[in-house]
């Protein structure tokens, strides 16, 4: 079974701090590409930062390599977004993805998918 659990979403001010994780279940795979995406209400899913299996990571715009910094734990087969500086924009349901192909860290088209989380920043 190909599983993706997220955890770390939550409620936190504008100015503030969060950590989100992904925890990847199926060993079996060898994840080349995991990424975070977001959806906010009333707009389509967009990307937010990729990374490979060595650690090369992309973001979608610099100001958000900024603030944002995409990681990733292989033994623990986990991934994690570091979200500083956190803006009431940034409200969203967060996704996590992962992909065995390393053509994912180009096109951003993933196959495994997790469930999402709730980040919400208060003005």
């Known amino acids: 079974q190909v599983t993706l659990v997220e955890s770390g979403g939550g409620l936190v001010q504008a100015g503030g701090s969060l950590r989100l994780s992904c925890a990847a279940s199926?060993?079996?795979?060898?994840?080349?590409?995991m990424g975070w995406f977001r959806q906010a209400p009333g707009k389509e899913r967009e990307f937010v930062a990729g990374?490979?299996?060595?650690?090369?990571?992309?973001y979608f715009a610099d100001s958000e390599k900024g603030r944002f910094t995409i990681s990733r734990d292989n033994a623990k087969n986990t991934m994690y977004l570091q979200m500083n500086a956190l803006k009431p924009e940034d409200t969203a349901v967060y996704y996590c993805?992962?992909?065995?192909?390393?053509?994912?860290?180009?096109?951003?088209?993933?196959?495994?998918w997790g469930q999402g989380t709730q980040v919400t920043v208060s003005s």
């Open positions: 199926g060993r079996t795979f060898t994840w080349l590409v």
């Open positions: 990374i490979t299996w060595n650690g090369e990571s992309s």
């Open positions: 993805a992962a992909d065995t192909s390393s053509r994912a860290f180009v096109t951003r088209k993933y196959t495994y």
